[in-house]
């Protein structure tokens, strides 16, 4: 039987809720729903906003590292903090989160196993009381890590010329191109529809079950190994419709079946989609 | 001073006073006390309704049904069940335009332009993820629209001899 490659980078939530005190590690809550963590979260959580505290506002971009040092030390995260993260759509937005804190060299990283939703359904302490921590010492990171783990349009466009394995993680209607967004969510702006030449179908969803809680690294190997022909040292590219989805595959790559070169392209469709003269595939 | 839009109904204007001049984080705080009342505007136990229309997401959101009641003055009454994965702001705007639209008819339904939205919820909530506050108003007016082609093929077919 297959284990993660990184069992490590998950947590279950009996562990959490016998550690909720440990001060090496914080817990960071990362939502689409952008007022759920007023509405409750695990006692001691920070939050962390995918847009207005990862993203910079002037330009399609993450935040300059000066910001994301400042970030880190008013939520007392220092470079030895564990971060746990955890949030709502099965942890999309807190891979995404998990993902732009690797960015930026923090790799004291842990997913919470199942998310806000399996904390809640077991019934575990959720408050509203927003936690303050003491700020800490947090060096402004020198380097970003782009080229590990961020693929850009024109790599990707190079990339595909080469048949390497490009991965769309959104959902088969979306992929066919006969949505232009998610179902039942509005228009994210995209202009063409359809996918990326040559990318392989696998929706996020298929990563986890019913309770969003991750399969098993068999069941993994099977979905992405087999099914993909994808392995531990090939280059892989995962895409979505604007990073999030895709970063929970990356995790799932990266840090369950350790596959160690895989890029989030998370200008994904809604840049993919619009931009004038980027080829595109329809089934 | 409020700004009063005429095309608004009383009720809905109240709650939009109510909103403009909070500040930010004030307004959030509303809007969760509105999202934690979305509650009472599900439909009762025993109430009958003129048209219901559920419908769930296939991938992200939930389920959501609009519940309409019409009177003898074809003034509405709306009910709204949300799934529990309906964001937090969605759920909100259920709140308050159940409250805010209760008594107008369908056709000042149809006709209520979107942008007060933005005004109640604020500029920094109004972003990609989180539009569908406006998803709500869509499904509502999308049910007074069914309402309506119903009553217009009940006339019909009475005054056909």
Known sequence: MKTYSHPEALVETTWLADHLQDPGIRIVESNEDVLLYANGHIPGAVHIDWRSDLQDQMVRDYISPEAFAALCRRSGISPETTCIFYGDKSNWWACYALWAFRLYGHCRVKILNGGRDKWIQEGRPMVREKPSYPEVPYPVPTVRHDKEIRAFYDEVLAFLKTRGPLIDVRSPGEFTGELLHMPEYPQEGALRGGHIPGAKSVPWKTAVREDGTFKSADELARIYEEGCRLSEDQEAIVYCRIGERSSHTWFVLTYLLGHKKVRNYDGSWTEWGNRVGAPIQRP | ?161
């Open chain 2, 1 to 161: 001073m409020q700004n009063v839009d005429p095309s608004l109904p009383p009720r809905l204007q109240e709650i939009i006073n109510l909103f403009q001049n909070l500040p930010e984080e004030e307004k959030r705080e509303l809007l969760i006390a509105y999202s934690d009342r979305c509650r009472e505007c599900a439909p009762k136990e025993g109430e009958s309704f003129t048209l219901s229309d559920i419908r769930k997401d296939q991938e992200c959101t939930d389920s959501v049904g609009v519940f309409l009641k019409v009177d003898s003055e074809n003034r509405l009454l709306f009910r709204m069940s949300l799934g529990s994965h309906v964001q937090t702001l969605t759920r909100a705007m259920a709140s308050i335009l159940c409250q805010g639209l209760a008594g107008s008819t369908a056709e000042e339904v149809m006709a209520l332009p979107s942008g007060f939205v933005p005004k109640i919820v604020g500029t920094e909530l109004v972003r990609q993820r989180s539009q569908t506050i406006y998803y709500i108003l869509a499904r509502m007016k999308s049910a007074c629209r069914q309402l309506v082609a119903e009553q217009r093929r009940t006339n019909v077919a009475s005054s056909t001899p």
